[in-house]
């Protein structure tokens, strides 16, 4: 079965699904649409009208590519459905009898727990695969789902095509590591890669999206359409593998999918073969995510240029913090950060300035509004040399918080929503495993000693980060094994948290996975709430990674 994906994010490429129907053969066409933030924006959205709560660029882009998909004979797999997927079906409904084309369009429906949770926005339980393959066996062209898990878009099509039942775990875990690294589109193809530099740049300008060639053993090949941009290699796929992981054991409601398994071989040009993945029972449980209304936020960033930096800073702070004391309304949660952007003797104005960013939140929308616009305009000329802002605080605006709890599966009633109107119910997995944290593997024989240089650890290894919650995940990975010898023993735990301060009071956990020489760190509770939030520079973690290739270690000159 040939499956491609068109989509990795609410608003990536529009043309994207053109490209992938035109661009080569294909079984399915999938498209991932939905984040914990994207869920925010739709709950918001469906309280301005009952009637949205869906990603709706899908019907803007199937106006175009609807008859293509028919005559092609090209089953869509979508979770553009969000907070609606019975919104949404009705719509691509309603478009498919205005183009004239006969598409017969199911819906899956389940996931939506908000009424169980009062106070919050958005609750929305992960599922699986399973309701999808309903769909699609009973003839479905077309299935919208709200929240499934993003490689559930790869696992359901395979289960109905390849008529696996839930005990095929291995044959499950290998869809879910394909359907792992085509969720996020183009971060597969060379999209956001740290070893971009060395290749063409023509070649990294319009990446094409990824396919997967899945076989029935549950192994796969990981490519892209002849002609298109961007590149597959082992390395883009390690890359997107580790991405918003944690430890060896990647679960789902389908399968647990042990990612210490896979191994990855470049079959050719633009062709890495997934083999060996290996499977255990789902847990019992399914993931639940929480939005909520957090509060409200504003913020602003104050220009230091030239000498004396950091007293600019202290004094400007210590003129704010004695104004919201005077006011008697002083933001629940005052955060300052000074980032020194300036350089000495510096040829224009822009790189001898420093920025200093103040962020308030608080549950009063006047506390981060008029309070903070107040203080600031008020020092226009009364503070330090030089004193100006990139743009005045405006009057606060809402931000989100999310979190994650978990459910029985059997809490949820899963339902395919037939295209003939009929309901069938999905049953829970009924062979379950808790999860559990599996023993570290042995490390590699360390490199012998020799001649070291000082380097940035990016030289030898790729990074990839991001968001999950409040945690974040930074993926390194070796491209030999001499370097993957050096990197197991050197970056430990220890030396991660030395390397980014942000991280030396906080839980870091290291998982070790040999097969793709690679390190995952997880960081719990760098990023506070969550990416809506926005607690931090970077509130989804997507540079983490970056910012530690960046830094420097005693790295051996064989490898350099």
Not at 3 to 10: D, K, L, M, T, V
Not at 177 to 196: K, P
Not at 359 to 386: C, F, K, N, T
Not at 427 to 434: H, I, R, S, Y
Request: charged share 25%.
């Amino acid at each position: 079965m040939r499956i491609g994906n068109a989509s990795g994010f609410y608003g990536d490429r529009f043309d994207a699904m053109r490209e992938m129907l035109t661009g080569g053969p294909l079984d399915v066409l999938t498209g991932d649409y939905l984040a914990e933030l994207t869920m925010l924006i739709l709950g918001r959205d469906r309280l301005k009208d009952p009637g949205r709560g869906y990603a709706k660029t899908y019907p803007r882009q199937l106006e175009e590519c609807l008859g293509l998909a028919h005559e092609r004979g090209v089953r869509l797999v979508t979770n553009a459905g969000g907070l609606n997927p019975a919104g949404l079906a009705d719509a691509v409904r309603e478009l498919a009898g205005r183009l004239g084309v006969p598409v017969r369009v199911a819906h899956v429906e389940g996931d939506d727990l908000t009424a169980r949770y009062p106070g919050s926005l958005a609750a929305h339980a992960y599922l699986g695969g399973a309701g999808i393959a309903a769909c699609l066996r009973e003839g479905a062209d077309i299935v919208v789902t709200g929240r499934v898990t993003d490689a559930a878009l790869v696992t359901g099509p395979a289960m109905a095509h390849f008529g696996w039942g839930p005990g095929d775990h291995d044959r499950l875990a290998g869809a879910v590591v394909a359907g792992h690294v085509l969720e996020c589109g183009t971060q597969a193809t060379g999209g956001n890669y740290a070893f971009f530099t060395d290749h063409d740049p023509a070649l990294l300008r319009r990446p094409g999206f990824p396919l997967a060639e899945l076989h029935e053993d549950g192994t796969s090949v990981i490519t892209k359409h002849d002609g298109t941009g961007g590149l597959v290699d082992v390395g883009t796929v390690t890359a997107q593998l580790l991405y918003e992981t944690q430890g060896a054991r990647y679960a789902g409601p389908d399968v647990t999918a042990r990612l210490d398994t896979a191994r990855l071989t470049q079959e050719g040009p633009d062709r890495v073969r997934i083999t060996g993945v290996r499977g255990e029972a789902p847990p019992p449980t399914l993931k639940v995510g929480l939005n909520r209304f957090g509060g409200f936020r504003n913020e602003v960033a104050l220009v230091l240029t030239g000498l004396d930096i950091e007293r600019k800073a202290e004094l400007v702070r210590a003129q704010l913090e004695d104004a919201f004391d005077t006011a008697g309304s002083r933001p629940a949660d005052v955060r300052w950060d000074l980032a020194r952007t300036d350089h000495p003797d510096a040829d224009t104005e822009e790189t001898a300035s420093a920025l200093l960013r103040l962020v308030v939140r608080d549950p009063d929308q006047a506390a981060v509004g008029r309070a903070l616009s107040g203080a600031a305009v008020e020092l226009a000329l009364a503070s330090y040399p030089g004193f100006h802002v990139m743009a005045p605080p405006g009057p606060g605006s809402p931000y989100g918080a999310f979190e994650d709890v978990y459910v029985p599966q059997d809490a949820v009633d899963h339902t395919a929503v037939l295209h003939d109107g009929r309901r069938l119910a999905v049953p829970p997995a009924e062979d379950t495993l808790v999860l559990e944290t599996l023993e570290a593997p042995a490390l590699p024989e360390p490199l012998p000693a020799g001649p070291t240089r000082r380097a940035p650890i990016g030289r030898v290894a790729g990074a990839r980060s991001g968001d999950k919650g409040g945690n974040a995940n930074v993926g390194v990975w070796a491209r030999t094994d001499d370097a993957w010898r050096w990197l197991a023993h050197h970056l430990t735990t220890e030396t991660f948290r030395s390397l980014l301060p942000e991280c030396r009071e906080l839980t870091v956990v290291r998982h070790v996975l040999p097969n793709l020489r690679a390190l995952n760190f997880v960081v719990e509770g760098i990023l506070g709430e969550g990416v809506a939030s926005q607690a931090r520079f970077d509130p989804q973690a997507k540079a983490l990674g970056e910012w530690l290739r960046s830094r420097h270690l005693d790295i051996p000159e064989a490898l350099l």
